[in-house]
């Protein structure tokens, strides 16, 4: 696995989280 497709892999996690934690509040209404 190289560093750049690791990077690549923690940027599309990190992005998918975040795209849950903002669907959170619409969730809680």
Known sequence: ???F???E???M???GSLKH???I???LK
């Open 1 to 3: 696995i190289s560093f």
């Open 5 to 7: 497709h690791f990077c």
């Open 9 to 11: 892999e923690s940027t």
């Open 13 to 15: 996690a990190l992005r």
């Open 21 to 23: 934690v903002k669907d």
């Open 25 to 27: 509040p619409r969730v």
